[in-house]
């Protein structure tokens, strides 16, 4: 089993749409979780920490279920800028270090 | 405040050749990481360095990837010989210490043919 999981992509959806990223890990020791954006051919880019209360930020809104091992991210009115790979990212502690693993993404591609 | 800084941005090379790439990170960071990440697939941590040692290199295929940070600063990450599965953007990211948000570079976007 992969450590960090994301729903296959890509996802197609019209401008306004709402949309919802699932991810699971496998390491219950993780400690912290993010999302990172990653447009074409650019570096990957925090989108936003994902903390244990649920988190909102504008149109985004992260949520963790540390008994399921899940993390997810909604995304409101998508605009066309959203289009972008979005990356699961777990924070492990193991070995007196900090470790960040990705998942592989999930395509957004928003259209008119 | 500048950001991590990458070079060269795009090698092409022939396999069984050598390549290296620099990373110079973000001032101050202690930690600093190169990630190789393939077409289509997330981010696969190569090695973590932490000042100027190494604190995870599980991943680096060590018969043929070599890093090293000196002085705790910048750091080079080498390929020899280069493989055509090799052909991937090798990205740098550093941050204050392991475990803080982590800055990547723009990538060096490697083509092995």
């Known amino acids: 089993r992969k450590e960090v999981e994301q729903d296959p992509g890509p996802f197609n959806v019209p401008e306004g749409a709402t949309v919802a990223f699932n991810c699971t890990y496998s390491?219950?020791?993780?400690?912290?979780f993010f999302w990172y954006r990653q447009d074409c051919r650019k570096e990957p880019k925090l989108l936003m920490s994902?903390?244990?209360s649920g988190n909102e930020d504008g149109r985004f809104t992260a949520q963790l279920n540390r008994a399921s091992q899940y993390i997810s991210l909604l995304i409101r009115d998508s605009k066309l800028s959203d289009s972008a790979t979005y990356l699961c990212?777990?924070?492990?502690?193991?070995?007196?270090?900090?470790?960040?693993?990705f998942g592989a993404g999930t395509r957004l591609a928003v259209h008119p | 405040e500048a950001g991590v800084a990458q070079s060269p941005r795009y090698k092409i090379i022939e396999k069984r050749q050598s390549v290296a790439f620099w990373c110079n990170p973000i001032?101050?960071?202690?930690?600093l990481y190169w990630y190789q990440q393939i077409l289509g697939q997330g981010p696969k941590l190569l090695i973590q360095?932490?000042?100027?040692?190494?604190?995870?290199d599980s991943q680096l295929p060590k018969d043929r990837f070599s890093a090293e940070r000196l002085k705790g600063v910048d750091s080079t990450l080498k390929i020899q010989p280069a493989k055509l599965e090799d052909s991937a953007v090798y990205l740098c990211?550093?941050?204050?210490?392991?475990?803080?948000?982590?800055?990547f570079g723009e990538g060096s976007w490697l083509t092995v043919v």
């Open positions: 990211a550093s941050s204050f210490t392991s475990g803080n948000t982590i800055y």
């Open positions: 390491n219950s020791a993780s400690q912290s």
């Open positions: 994902v903390y244990s």
């Open positions: 990212v777990v924070n492990m502690f193991s070995g007196g270090y900090n470790k960040l693993i």
């Open positions: 001032s101050g960071h202690a930690t």
């Open positions: 360095f932490q000042n100027n040692g190494v604190v995870d």
